[in-house]
């Protein structure tokens, strides 16, 4: 029955303490494998913390576990060449490859067994339902493919779930994209899900070919949207790449927490936040073959402790951001996020897809902000720029340096899109 509320209700409607008598379950049966198999990375975790699986008698033993991050796999990897002694299986065990994007770093190499493939699907199905996707519709997206793993795992996805995948990877200057296009034009898909202003430039193909966007091709641009963001939650494609979408009372990502356990944590102490508060990420995920044990993401999250009205029972988070993207500045620690949500209260860039860059530099007493806006090459730039720079500095609470600039001065971004830039010092 497609109009069913819930993808899987009766895990979904479970009730907390049936949630936490699974979690602790499956927890143990992951120790229990990591212990025996072994997965000696993993085993010397435990080892660590003075931990065996009779020990893993409440979910609290988790606390105990010294966390991974991805440059201990990385260094895993180097010393037990060439795949690392992270892994829950062999190669031949598998049934598919691939790597992740590698925007923390230099990207690592991922497994998939049939297990793995299963968790993952079950997981994007009940998360895509979610937003109200169902079977018989149509989704365009602009994964890419090739080695990169999220292109093929978000069609695979898509396809489990009975919808017609359209992937039309990132826009470029080739001869592809007019193709896309033009099958855009024909098929008029449904729904999009496109990363950064990948959307824009394919609204801009479709114009030079003659097309209206929204008429020819259902495509809507409407600029970057802040709290797209918290429709959905990750825990990384090597864990579990939908770890959690949000419902129709859009308040955060419910997390699936029969499939991995989320904890959002203090970066500095460790300890869980609580409602409303910031924290780092930390997933152990449950089921998988290939599975990790209190992996930090090094995300920066929101918890909302709340009871949905929708009557899930999984308890949903906010993603804030990447830790590598925070811009301390006079004592405040600040992300992308805020400052695009800052930027949508001014009065000047209504209306507009806004462009934005943030420059971090050392020791930074007011925060260095590039804007695009077409007063940039008129008298009236210096009104602009104060009007803009005032609504942020109120917002986020600290002094604002803001350098107005003009239409397409910014880089563009066909994937994911980079907002801070590291500069050594103040530019001559």
């Known amino acids: 029955m497609t109009d069913r509320p819930f993808y899987r209700p009766e895990v979904q409607t479970m009730p907390r303490e049936r949630i936490a008598a699974l979690q602790l379950e499956r927890l143990q049966a992951l120790v229990k494998r990591i212990w025996e198999r072994p997965i000696p990375f993993f085993r010397r975790k435990l080892e660590a913390a003075g931990l065996t699986p009779r020990d893993i008698r409440s979910l609290d033993a988790l606390r105990a576990i010294p966390t991974t991050v991805k440059d ?131 609204a801009d193909a479709a114009r030079a070919a003659g097309y209206e966007p929204e008429r020819d091709l259902n495509l809507r641009v409407q600029g970057e949207d802040p709290k797209e963001q918290y429709k959905s939650v990750s825990a990384g494609l090597e864990a579990l790449g939908m770890l959690g979408t949000a419902c129709a009372e859009d308040d ?80 405040h620690e600040i992300l992308p996020i805020d400052v695009l949500l800052a930027l949508l209260e001014c009065a000047l860039l209504r209306g507009t897809a806004i462009e934005y860059q943030i420059a971090r530099r050392p020791a930074l007493t007011a925060l260095p902000l590039r804007v695009e806006h077409p007063a940039a090459t008129t008298s009236e730039a210096a009104a602009v720029a104060a009007a803009i720079a005032a609504t942020v500095r109120q917002r986020l609470g600290v002094p604002v340096e803001l350098e107005l600039l003009a239409p397409n001065a910014l880089p563009r971004f066909a994937f994911k899109a980079a907002r801070v830039v590291d500069e050594e010092r103040n530019p001559a």
């Open 72 to 202: 201990d796999l990385r260094a895993s990897e180097a010393e037990h060449p060439p795949l690392g002694d992270y892994r829950g299986s062999t190669l031949d065990e598998c049934v598919r490859i691939g790597c992740s994007t590698g925007t923390s770093g230099k990207p690592t190499l991922i497994f998939w067994t049939r297990t793995d493939q299963a968790v993952d699907l079950e997981a994007v199905c009940r998360g895509r339902w979610r937003w109200g996707l169902r079977p018989g519709s149509s989704l365009a997206h602009g994964h890419p493919f090739g080695q990169y793993g999220g292109g093929i795992s978000f069609s695979k996805g898509i396809e489990a779930l009975g919808l017609l995948n359209i992937p039309c990877a990132p826009p470029g200057t080739g001869p592809w994209t007019p193709e896309v296009v033009r099958l855009l034009a024909m098929v008029k898909p449904e729904h999009y899900r496109f990363f950064g202003n990948a959307g824009a430039q394919y």
């Open 252 to 331: 955060g990502a419910h997390v699936h927490e029969d499939l991995a356990i989320a904890e959002v944590v203090d970066r500095g102490s460790g300890r869980p936040v609580g409602h409303g508060e910031r924290g780092n990420l930390i997933v152990t995920v449950l089921g998988k073959d290939n599975a990790f044990l209190r992996y930090d993401l090094q995300d920066i999250l929101r918890v909302n402790s709340k009871p949905c009205p929708c009557g899930e029972t999984h308890r949903r988070l906010f993603y804030e951001g990447r830790v590598k993207d925070v811009v301390p500045v006079a004592g």
